[in-house]
């Protein structure tokens, strides 16, 4: 019918916040992302520590755009990347990839704070405004002339609510070039086993329509078998993490992770990939809630496609891209 009701519903949100109508369980997060700039309430020098594991220094420089260093493409990591232990590992992923594509990009590490997509969605217009000045100001000032992120939501969030900022890509979107260029060379799924089905994340595709691209970087991935579930497209099914729903458990006869996962069961598939942080984290709980461990696993797009690059192929390339973009 046309009727766009997610903006009446942050509408009434609002009034709600306003009128000090919080659920206790979401006043501490917010209260986080007030002082600290993120709802787990870590400390702003600790947001760039994913960088400091050993091994991935070994393999990936990143540069922190503090002054000190600059770069052409800006990697927004925003705040469940930052400090999420499991989800780390998206950030590691996505670096690897830029690099190997020749990418000279940096991240702002302590002077970014949450894209505060979360917080406009529950209704804090005020705290939201905040976090967005901070990060406009930040952004300006690395220099960098285009943004890339792997999580929809800040992605939503740097493209429809910033103003005054670089051009802003998803890393589906990135790869798919990169592959389609001949940057990126995946090699090809050993187990045949594997069977592969995409989760569209609410705010990569209804919201913003990129349904090809994580797409066409699957099919680029020899050998790789991929099923598409009942609901998909513009018709998927949202895993149910949205908003602060991480923080938040509602009252729910079934939860919509663990119902999304038995479409991808009953679309014949035993991997899950999607492109999203916050699906990541809930479509994992949503296996282990419905039991399927060890029959379903779940992957995001840039760490498949990050274990299927072709090292011997990248190292021989990146070398005249560095600065590429």
Same mark, same amino acid.
């Given at each position: 019918?046309?009727?766009?009701?997610?903006?009446?519903?942050?509408?009434?949100?609002r009034?709600?916040?306003?009128?000090?109508?919080?659920?206790?369980?979401?006043?501490?997060?917010?209260?986080?992302?007030?002082?600290?700039?993120?709802?787990?309430?870590?400390?702003?020098?600790?947001?760039a520590?994913?960088?400091k594991?050993?091994?991935?220094?070994?393999?990936?420089?990143?540069?922190?755009?503090?002054?000190?260093?600059?770069?052409?493409?800006?990697y927004?990591?925003?705040?469940?990347?930052?400090?999420?232990?499991?989800?780390?590992?998206?950030?590691r992923?996505?670096?690897?990839?830029l690099?190997?594509?020749?990418?000279?990009?940096?991240?702002?590490?302590?002077?970014?704070?949450?894209?505060?997509?979360?917080v406009?969605?529950?209704?804090?217009e005020?705290?939201?405004?905040?976090?967005?000045?901070?990060?406009?100001?930040?952004?300006?000032?690395?220099?960098?002339?285009?943004?890339?992120?792997?999580?929809?939501?800040?992605y939503?969030?740097l493209?429809?609510?910033?103003?005054?900022v670089?051009?802003?890509?998803?890393?589906?979107q990135?790869?798919?070039?990169?592959?389609?260029?001949?940057?990126?060379r995946?090699?090809?799924?050993?187990?045949?086993?594997k069977?592969?089905?995409?989760?569209?994340?609410?705010?990569?595709?209804?919201?913003?329509?990129?349904?090809d *691209?994580?797409? /066409?970087?699957?099919?680029?991935i020899?050998? +790789?078998?991929?099923?598409?579930? $009942? #609901?998909?497209? %513009? =018709?998927s099914?949202c895993?149910g993490?949205?908003?602060?729903?991480?923080?938040?458990?509602?009252?729910?006869?079934?939860?919509?992770?663990v119902?999304?996962?038995?479409?991808?069961?009953?679309?014949?598939?035993?991997?899950?990939?999607?492109?999203?942080?916050?699906?990541?984290?809930?479509?994992?709980d949503?296996?282990?809630? *419905?039991?399927? /461990?060890?029959k379903?696993?779940?992957?995001? +797009?840039?760490e498949?496609?990050? $274990? #299927?690059?072709? %090292? =011997?192929?990248?190292?021989s390339?990146?070398a005249?891209?560095?600065?590429?973009?």
């Amino acid at each position: 019918m046309l009727v766009e009701y997610i903006d009446k519903i942050v509408d009434l949100r609002r009034g709600m916040v306003d009128e000090g109508k919080v659920p206790q369980s979401l006043q501490k997060p917010l209260k986080a992302l007030e002082s600290r700039g993120n709802p787990y309430g870590k400390l702003d020098k600790k947001r760039a520590d994913w960088v400091k594991n050993k091994e991935f220094q070994q393999s990936c420089e990143v540069k922190i755009l503090n002054g000190n260093h600059t770069a052409d493409t800006l990697y927004f990591v925003d705040s469940i990347t930052s400090y999420d232990d499991r989800i780390q590992s998206i950030g590691r992923a996505t670096s690897r990839i830029l690099r190997r594509a020749g990418t000279n990009f940096g991240i702002l590490g302590a002077a970014e704070k949450d894209s505060g997509h979360e917080v406009r969605r529950f209704g804090e217009e005020l705290l939201f405004m905040a976090l967005r000045d901070h990060n406009v100001e930040a952004i300006q000032a690395s220099g960098a002339w285009r943004i890339v992120t792997a999580d929809p939501h800040a992605y939503n969030a740097l493209k429809h609510d910033y103003r005054n900022v670089p051009p802003v890509e998803h890393i589906s979107q990135f790869i798919a070039r990169e592959v389609k260029a001949g940057t990126l060379r995946l090699t090809p799924v050993e187990d045949h086993s594997k069977v592969f089905t995409y989760h569209d994340p609410c705010y990569l595709g209804r919201h913003n329509q990129i349904y090809d *691209a994580p797409r /066409e970087v699957l099919d680029a991935i020899p050998g +790789l078998k991929r099923v598409e579930m $009942s #609901r998909c497209r %513009d =018709r998927s099914f949202c895993c149910g993490g949205g908003g602060l729903a991480l923080f938040y458990e509602p009252k729910e006869d079934q939860r919509m992770g663990v119902k999304r996962v038995q479409m991808a069961a009953e679309a014949g598939a035993n991997v899950i990939v999607t492109a999203c942080p916050f699906c990541m984290v809930n479509i994992e709980d949503a296996i282990k809630v *419905a039991g399927m /461990e060890g029959k379903m696993t779940a992957i995001d +797009l840039a760490e498949l496609v990050e $274990s #299927r690059t072709d %090292d =011997r192929f990248v190292s021989s390339v990146t070398a005249g891209l560095v600065g590429h973009a």
